[in-house]
């Protein structure tokens, strides 16, 4: 087996920070400790000097759709293209959405999926289920999936006449992913109300890309919050709220986010409630909704939902990391190219939605939450990496340093500044929604089950040594 030697780095874990070597034997850490190349009898293959970098787990980017198609057109990313992208970054397991089509099994989404993935992937991965036509026959086969390892299911509230579930549904797949002890992720935004808005729009003649954010308004977001508390509450099931981008949607989530923390601060004997936890993005961190006025048709290339707020959402994102409220930060990673937005050049509604940003996740957060003073190195590496391995069952075996875990490992460089640019990011996208934005902070290797799969920029990982990862189930 292979040996791996990184020394003289800081090791940054979620609750602890310090100067440490790391002996890797094959896919494991075998070591961490002080002067560790003096202690064993045989040398390292290779010898990785961290000298004044910080030593990361392994980035977990719990949100993204490589090849998702759509109607009339596919996510640009492939699982070769978008996982590279992502160990580029600092990213070393993703977690993919394997949608069910209507009227077609659970079961048959998930070989779709495997399919994409097996052999292209370079990053290990896992999926999630998105559950879009509840029946019976759909849920014998969530038991069979948390069977097979994957745990968590995907609720959409919106795209009304496609993806969208009535409370209902979702009330009777709650009570049954409660039942095999899984997890249930909700896409929370009103359809109804949007569906009444794009409508609108569409008969006035309102077809520009600015009237995309006018039709999903921050109470669309806000209402379907308070709604999707209250049925998760009354299941007793646990939920997490996928992509939250406004002030608004977090006040009214912020009573049930809290909850688990004061009964635990309570010492209170009794089982808990189920936890309700959320999740935003770098996009509504970074980004605001004055992009969608820019001339002729660029603003296209911000289409995503929920849409883009208010400079002044961000700071409460921010707030919210920082208080713990918020537990992870992922991507919604799904790239189109322009030519692809072009399909709504007529009509905002038929712009595909959604933005590429997996190669930039861990490099933006260091460098505008950690360098900024926003965020801890704990914080980031708990919200980049410790939260969702611990909430979507790899941990231990991801997002930790110690011995026996997985060797996913970030040598990541805290002072080395470049700028964002669609000419240098390896996203099969022709634009970058953050381009021009200077960056402190640049992963210099990135280290996948032992083996150096990136180092300074340069892809190494061989075509599809990503790992499928069956996932345990959720525990609270």
């Known amino acids: 087996m292979s040996r791996l030697l990184i020394q003289n780095g800081t090791i940054v874990t979620g609750d602890d920070q310090f100067a440490a070597d790391v002996f890797v034997i094959g896919e494991k850490i075998h070591a961490i400790g002080p002067e560790l190349g003096r202690r064993f009898a045989v040398p390292p293959d290779e010898l990785v000097d961290a000298t004044g970098c910080y030593v990361f787990p392994g980035g977990i980017d719990a949100h993204t759709h490589m090849e998702l198609p759509l109607k009339t057109t596919t996510s640009s990313d492939t699982f070769a293209s978008g996982t590279g992208a992502a160990l580029i970054g600092g990213t070393t397991t993703i977690l993919d959405f394997a949608n069910q089509i209507p009227g077609k099994t659970l079961k048959s989404a998930v070989k779709d999926w495997h399919a994409k ?267 980049t990496s410790t939260n969702p391995a611990r909430i979507f069952g790899l941990h231990p075996q991801k997002g930790a340093i110690h011995a026996g875990a997985d060797a996913d490992l970030v040598v990541f460089d805290p002072n080395e500044e470049h700028v964002i640019s669609s000419k240098t990011h390896h996203m099969n996208c022709d634009y970058s929604v953050y381009e021009g934005v200077p960056v402190t902070g640049a992963c210099r290797m990135t280290i996948l089950r032992g083996k150096v799969v990136v180092r300074r920029g340069k892809l190494l990982a061989p075509a599809g040594y990503g790992k499928y990862l069956p996932r345990q189930k959720f525990e609270y």
């Open 117 to 383: 993935a097996n052999g292209k992937a370079l990053c290990d991965y896992g999926f999630h289920v998105s559950v879009t036509d509840f029946n019976e026959r759909t849920r014998r086969e969530i038991a069979e999936c948390v069977d097979e390892g994957i745990t968590s299911f995907k609720t959409f509230m919106a795209y009304k006449g496609a993806l969208m579930i009535d409370d209902r549904q979702m009330l009777e797949i709650m009570e049954e992913v409660k039942i095999q002890k899984g997890l249930v992720l909700t896409h929370a935004e009103n359809g109804d109300l949007i569906d009444h808005l794009v409508e609108k729009f569409r008969k006035a003649g309102s077809l520009s890309p600015k009237f995309h954010p006018l039709s999903r308004p921050v109470i669309a977001e806000a209402e379907a919050c308070s709604r999707i508390i209250d049925l998760a509450r009354f299941a007793d099931c646990p939920l997490y709220i996928v992509h939250l981008s406004s002030q608004s949607g977090l006040q009214r989530l912020a009573p049930a986010l809290e909850t688990g923390t004061e009964q635990r601060r309570s010492g209170k004997s009794e089982k808990p409630r189920a936890p309700i936890i959320a999740e935003t993005c770098p996009q509504y961190l970074l980004l605001d909704d004055s992009v969608y006025s820019q001339r002729g048709f660029e603003g296209a290339k911000y289409v995503l939902s929920p849409p883009l707020r208010k400079a002044s959402d961000q700071k409460h994102l921010w707030a919210g990391l920082g208080s713990g409220m918020i537990k992870v930060v992922a991507t919604d990673h799904c790239a189109f190219t322009s030519a692809q937005r072009r399909l709504g050049v007529k009509d905002f509604s038929k712009i595909p939605n959604g933005v590429p940003g997996v190669e930039h996740r861990m490099e933006l957060l260091y460098s505008e939450g950690v360098h900024k003073g926003r965020l801890s190195l704990q914080q980031f590496v708990n919200i």
